[in-house]
């Protein structure tokens, strides 16, 4: 079943939750019986800067940022089911990263409701519902500029007239559907769910309405839910803590015991190499009042999969999964060239210190060229985004030379570092001097550069070290790359850096 294609009754949803919607918990749940899952909240500032990079090794597609962690990772698994869930105050960024990942996702959700700090103090989430004419303007630009459908995440208002109105407001803009979690910005779980609101604002428009919030007092098993939906009238149910605490909540048979649920997450975890300390987090929240147990302790204390595994006696599975990923890494190892898009791309990065001075990658690829009467090559360089200030951006070029185009999968903290490193991809795969240390004669003799290098190279006490100006360049743009909180705390989420030999 597609979401396309799906009329959105009588089905159910796992909830976007940050540190708990990622792939494995996500996959788990529709193995379980949920209809739809959503990831967590992406913020559009950082995924605008992804790259879409397909991961051969686990078979899965990631959204790459510059500094190399994994935003999004999605398999085809879930295409059909997964809504991509983002952050989002700017309509044009919002388009922007929905275009990106569209082609990978069901749908796209906007999230209208968090009330956490992180996502209201950027005018994202809840923030939204203070501002009904950007949440229009989003909401129409997305669905207006994608085929895929587009749905939002809201909470009630204080007033249901005004929460009326609001829902009313959002279903011209052409919206596919509306989750509603039935309690204000300012209320938390521990206050009552607001059914009546749900069952107006079901009444009130002819797009399906999402029903959430009832985990606590209202479901907590699959045969719940029914009874929920009837309470609110919606025609959906959408479950967060009770599927964070129990993923078999979703099963029509009934509940399984957590041990085994624990044991059914843990195996997608290390199959999709999820992120330690995000499954160590998922982890934790099933184990709820236990988690100070001696099996807690064990998860709690682990630093890698490794060790978690050990905590729950998988050592065999993990390693079974190791050996199948070992021979994966086989067929594309750091060092191949892929080819993508008519591009040859190698995970290469450029580092000065490795060259003596004056003699660089794009100096030899250039005196090839002139030997082999060529012309000279030309680099394409761009920024990771144009929604970064110039100060914090980084970068990749693609070169081309005689026709054929080359890139380094690596991003770069500068423009020429960017070149130079398209420029080394281009003299690896030609089996061409590349102008490294200790490769000198050689290299001087086959690429022409010699003399340049004799009138250039510093003493050897000097040669040894980048120029001054050099290190004060390396100081600075090391500045550039840092995490806001949110930032780190995704980290954390998703946590794992993209394996540098994939394509």
Known sequence: MSLESAS?????????????GTLPMRLLALDYGADIVYCEELIDIKMVTCERVVNEELDTVDFVAPDERVMFRTCERERDRVVFQMGTADPDRALAVALLVEKDVAAIDVNMGCPKEYSTKGGMGAALLSDPDKIEAILTKLVQGLSKPVTCKIRILPSMEDTVRLVQRIERTGVAAIAVHGRTREERPK???????????????????????????????????????????????????????????????????VQTVMEDYLKYAVRYDNHAFNTKYCLCQMLRDKVESEMGK???TAQTLSDICAAYGMQAYYEEVQVLLRSRRGLHP?????????????????????????ITPKMFLLEWCRKEKLEQ????????????????????????????????????????????????????????PEGRRGEEQQQEEESGLGGKRKRAVAPPLLAAAPPQEEQEEEREVNKKIHLSDREAETEVTNGNHHKTHMP
Request: with cysteine.
């Open 8 to 20: 959105l009754l009588d089905i159910t949803a796992l909830a976007p939750m940050v540190r708990v």
């Open 298 to 300: 064990l998860v709690k």
């Open 334 to 358: 750091p060092e191949t060239p892929v080819t993508l898009g008519g591009v040859t791309t190698m995970a290469l990065r450029f580092h000065r210190r490795d060259y003596p001075p004056e």
């Open 191 to 257: 206050h009552p769910l607001h059914c009546d609101f749900l069952k107006a604002v079901s009444g009130a428009v002819g797009v399906p309405v999402i029903a959430n919030g009832g985990s606590l007092d209202m479901v907590k098993s699959f045969e719940d839910v029914a009874a929920f939906r009837s309470a609110t009238g919606a025609a959906a149910v959408m479950l967060a803590r009770a599927a964070m605490w129990n993923p078999s909540v979703f099963r029509r048979q009934g509940l399984l015991p």
């Open 377 to 432: 090559p030309h680099y394409h360089t761009r920024p990771g985004s144009r929604y970064r200030p110039i100060s914090d951006r980084l970068f990749l070029s693609t070169v081309t030379v005689d026709n054929k185009q080359y890139r380094s999968t690596l991003w770069e903290k500068s423009k020429k570092g960017a070149e130079q490193a398209a420029a080394l991809v281009c003299l690896r795969v030609l089996r061409l």
